[in-house]
């Protein structure tokens, strides 16, 4: 009677109950009938599920002693490798996962920084950084323009300069322009922002020849960020790296 209430709980429950859908999961892969096996099959295999919550599945379908498909068995791997890479950013293990990044894909830290711990976020960030993807660089501007967090955002000024290929530059400079206002905010070594001028310049008069136009428009960025870099109204400690 009780797995049958499980069953239908989990049946018809709201989809964004997710702490009481793991629960009864939970429940079910200790009671240890096989009869749910399908329904927990099909949970394990609903890409529109959070991990988590299929990840739960998958560990119940295993204590009720249902054999798991080459499928699951590796989507089961790929979620306890992924905890441990959230534990290793939490904990700020950034050496760690750059000796493993054959397994802690680029990909997997891109989606680590819309976690909810500034923590994880940072050390994502600052792996990336590290690792210098290119191709993950506008992920890494568009979270530089959205983020709440002025940690984050200087830790992600700090990865783009390191990376620093021209469309990274580029695409840092114009951000750095939208988001002026807050820059008294951003705890920033002035030598990083220097260093960021310094390449974008350095790139920009490599093309001016050939793109004019595109080279006056940056020298006018460049100005607009100079000027913000230089006025008064930046605190004292500003040119000095917040230690």
């Known amino acids: 009677e009780d797995f049958e209430m499980l069953i239908d709980a989990l049946k018809d429950m709201p989809a964004s109950l997710l702490e009481a859908?793991?629960?009864?999961?939970?429940?079910?892969?200790?009671?240890?009938?096989?009869?749910?096996?399908g329904l927990l099959i099909d949970i394990s295999k609903n890409r529109e599920?959070?991990?988590?919550?299929?990840?739960?599945?998958?560990?119940?379908?295993?204590?009720?002693?249902?054999?798991?498909?080459?499928?699951?068995?590796?989507?089961?791997?790929?979620?306890?490798?992924?905890?441990?890479?959230?534990?290793?950013?939490?904990?700020?293990?950034?050496?760690?996962?750059?000796?493993?990044?054959?397994?802690?894909?680029?990909d997997w830290l891109i989606k680590a920084l819309k976690h909810d711990r500034l923590e994880v976020k940072i050390s994502a960030i600052k792996a990336l950084g590290e690792i210098k993807d290119k191709q993950k660089i506008e992920f890494l501007i568009e979270e530089l323009l959205k983020s709440k967090y002025d940690d984050a955002k200087v830790e992600i000024i700090k990865a783009v300069e390191n990376i620093a290929d021209k469309k990274g530059i580029e695409l840092l400079m114009q951000a750095l322009v939208k988001i002026a206002p807050s820059y008294s905010n951003l705890y920033v070594d002035r030598g990083?922002?220097?260093?960021?001028?310094?390449?974008?310049?350095?790139?920009?008069?490599?093309?001016?020849?050939?793109?004019?136009?595109?080279?006056?428009?940056?020298?006018?960025?460049?100005e607009r960020l100079r000027a913000v870099l230089e006025s008064k109204k930046m605190p004292v400690n500003y040119a000095v790296y917040k230690a």
């Open 192 to 222: 990083i922002f220097e260093n960021i001028l310094f390449v974008h310049q350095r790139i920009s008069a490599a093309f001016s020849a050939k793109n004019p136009e595109e080279y006056k428009a940056n020298s006018v960025s460049i």
């Open 21 to 37: 859908h793991r629960c009864i999961i939970e429940c079910l892969g200790k009671i240890g009938d096989k009869r749910a096996a």
């Open 49 to 106: 599920e959070e991990d988590w919550i299929r990840e739960a599945a998958i560990e119940a379908l295993d204590k009720i002693g249902e054999p798991l498909s080459a499928e699951l068995s590796k989507l089961r791997i790929d979620y306890r490798e992924k905890r441990r890479l959230f534990y290793l950013l939490n904990t700020g293990q950034i050496d760690e996962i750059i000796k493993q990044q054959k397994l802690y894909t680029t």
